[in-house]
């Protein structure tokens, strides 16, 4: 499953691709299928994107690679500023670890300018929202 609109920059007036996903937590197979088939979907829009998601397996991996093969690559070493500690995604309602795995993330294609990029570990009230970390970029494109 997977939710995509087309969006207008209200800035640069660019119109974009957003797409929220969540891929297999079971199958690395049916994840490497889901994340091709992402990637042939925003190659087939031709537009700018923003794919967010809950990935299920860690930056680097085979779906994150066929994605980035698609033009579709990581925000966060592109981020011109990373904000705070690069915290693992997936504290599952225990403290985070700085290092730990990133299984979630935005992805965006090759022409964003990612001026900056955070993992937020924030629980307010003291409760976390999800046993997930929230992955957040600030993105923007070109005019």
Sequence with gaps: MCIRESLEDRTTGTVFLAVATHLDVAS????????ELL???V????LPAVVMADWNCPAGSA??????????????????????????TYP???DPRVGGRRIDGVLVTEDAVVERAAVSVRRPGGVWPSDHAAVHAVVRWAS
């Design 63 to 88: 779906p994150w690679r066929a994605l980035a093969e698609a033009g579709v690559v990581d925000s966060v070493p592109r981020a011109s500023r990373l904000v705070g500690e690069e915290w693992g």
């Design 39 to 41: 990637g042939r979907v």
């Design 92 to 94: 599952h309602y225990r």
């Design 43 to 46: 190659r087939q829009r031709g």
């Design 28 to 35: 690395p197979w049916a994840r490497l299928r889901q994340a």
